[in-house]
């Protein structure tokens, strides 16, 4: 694609990257009186367009996250459909996501420091709270679980401000979303609480899970779960054969660690409803 390029009332300026899912664009759009914002636009990939349940999701993700109002979590402004493909607004974050982040510091060969990752994290717990709480127009809870906490879904702007993106994948106990088949496993395995990695049904302590994984790798400076097999890896994870961080043997604070420990227990107990 060449850009500038008109699409659905805006101009695309230049992409900023692709998933599994969609693409996401920088975009402007303009208005009278020389009025011009910057935004960013995400939309289905084109071979994707016309599968019902890759359109599902994606409707999903407008429909939840079109209603949040929070300053840790990304907002979403519009819906629309130009040249068969659904796609979304969203506000335009200038910054970068604690895996680029984290990308940088390794090539650089230093750390980030303790107190940042501390206060980035605290940061996106507090959206992610926002969200495991956010109830419908009937005072009833959603039930909203995120389902992909990752390094790639957590930016800091220029300014430091902490945003929690794409809900993509991400679930809600009513008839906004449909239920997710059994068994069916969302999300990026690496950061999969237990339960999710053996296709159980998740709640708020599995987004938990994976915040408490992006935390020990912000400490740790490398990956906690890999393997060349993602099977194998699903079934490491799944069956708890990890060691508690703590004694990983990683020069952080106690303090830190010990809520890592807490946080990456192999079963729901990691956090009391």
């Known amino acids: 694609m060449e850009f500038p390029a008109a699409y659905g009332g805006y101009t695309l300026l230049a992409s900023l990257g692709q ?22 636009i995400k939309r289905i990939l084109p071979n994707l367009a016309k599968e019902p349940e890759f359109i599902s999701m994606f ?3 407008a429909r939840l996250a079109a209603r949040f109002d929070h300053p840790n979590v990304v907002q979403v402004n519009d819906l629309g ?3 068969g493909t659904h796609y979304l607004t969203m506000e335009y974050l200038a910054g970068q996501s604690i895996a680029g982040i984290a990308r940088t510091a390794v090539a650089r060969a230093t750390k980030i420091g303790p107190e940042l990752v501390a206060r980035v994290i605290a940061d996106a717990a507090e959206g992610l709270h ?18 992909d906490v990752s390094p790639q879904n957590v930016f800091v702007t220029y300014e430091g401000r902490v945003k929690l ?16 088949r059994t068994g069916a496993v969302k999300g990026k395995i ?3 609480a237990p339960e999710q990695c053996r296709g159980e049904p998740v709640d708020r302590r599995s987004d938990i899970f994976a915040l408490g994984v992006v935390l020990l790798e912000l400490l740790a400076m490398r990956r906690i779960f890999k393997d060349d097999n993602e099977l194998s ?10 060691q508690p961080p703590s004694k990983l043997g990683l020069n952080a604070p106690a303090a830190l660690l010990a809520v890592c420990d807490r946080v990456l227990l192999p079963s729901c107990a990691r956090y009391q409803l």
């Open 19 to 40: 998933g599994g899912m969609a693409e996401v664009f920088l975009a402007r759009k303009a208005g009278p009186g020389g009025f011009a914002k910057l935004l960013v």
């Open 233 to 242: 890896l699903l079934r490491k994870i799944g069956g708890g054969d990890f």
């Open 81 to 83: 459909e130009a040249g």
């Open 59 to 61: 409707l999903n993700e």
């Open 165 to 180: 993106l794409d809900f993509g994948v991400a679930k809600a106990v009513t008839k906004l979303t449909p239920q997710t």
């Open 130 to 147: 926002y969200v495991h709480e956010f109830k419908d127009l009937d005072g009833s809870s959603l039930g909203i679980v995120h389902r």
């Open 190 to 192: 690496s950061y999969m």
